[in-house]
């Protein structure tokens, strides 16, 4: 950042310290019978599925819809931006709330990406949270010019927002981020250019729009091992 190194380093350290990483220790363990999953932590929602057996590292009703929509839906014409029937998504809702299975193939693709959609905005906590969304909008400003360096600082400044976060939080932005990575790649059939899913998904996670775009645009570097990359690319 173009911010003096000590400021910088005060405003690193100042979020390590905030952070508070959802634990098992910090979660209560009660009994569920009928699991609400929708307006509820995260945390709370992977802690049950743990104790349960269950591996997947993001709640198995999203994987499940994000491996449908990528195998079956991803041409479909505006996916992610048409919404679907109300009626439908509280139907599945229901479902999944009362531990049923939901077969998305009997379902609109937009109801299913409707449901998605729905899970992520009723989040008690946000995803990027409030300081490191902040902190996002502070790299944003420094690193405006479009100078190489910048980018690579920009860059480095995302992926350390990315490793800051829970684990919870890290692993469902990054299967959202490869969702919408796929998306994007059929925008010639589906219409959902990056612009268009950032004008979709900016309010769905009240998340700074250029962390998504970079995201999105190199998420092999952010959430992967990739090399940083040296020049700007406008693809994916």
């Keep these: 950042l173009a911010l003096p190194k000590l400021e910088q380093e005060n405003l690193r350290k100042t979020i390590r ?15 569920f019978k009928s699991e609400p999953l929708f307006q509820v932590p995260l945390a709370e929602i992977m802690l049950r599925q743990q104790q349960s057996g269950c591996i997947s590292v993001i709640p198995i009703f999203l994987e499940r819809a ?14 992610m931006r048409i919404s679907g029937s109300v009626s439908e998504i509280n139907g599945m809702r229901q479902e999944i709330e009362s531990g049923k299975e939901v077969d998305y193939s009997q ?28 902190y ?22 995302f992926k350390f927002i990315m490793q800051s976060l829970n684990q919870y939080n890290y692993h469902l932005m990054r299967a959202l981020i490869q969702f919408l990575v796929q998306v994007a790649s059929k925008s010639e059939r589906n219409k959902m250019t990056d612009n268009n899913l950032l004008r979709v998904i900016t309010p769905t996670i009240q998340c700074n729009p250029q962390l998504i ?3 999105m645009r190199y998420f092999s570097y952010l959430f992967g091992d990739d090399p940083m990359p040296i020049t700007e690319t406008g693809g994916y």
Excluded: W
């Design 17 to 31: 310290l905030t952070r508070h990483p959802s634990s098992a220790a910090s979660i209560s363990r009660p009994e």
């Design 66 to 79: 994000f491996q449908y929509l990528t195998q079956h839906a991803l041409c479909e014409e505006g996916l």
């Design 107 to 134: 379902h609109d693709p937009h109801a299913v990406a409707g449901l998605m959609k729905s899970f992520l905005r009723e989040l008690p906590e946000r995803l990027i949270p409030p300081d490191l969304n902040s």
């Design 136 to 157: 996002a909008a502070t790299v944003v400003a420094e690193t405006s010019s479009g100078q190489p360096h910048h980018l690579q600082q920009k860059l480095e400044e």
């Design 213 to 215: 775009a970079y995201s």
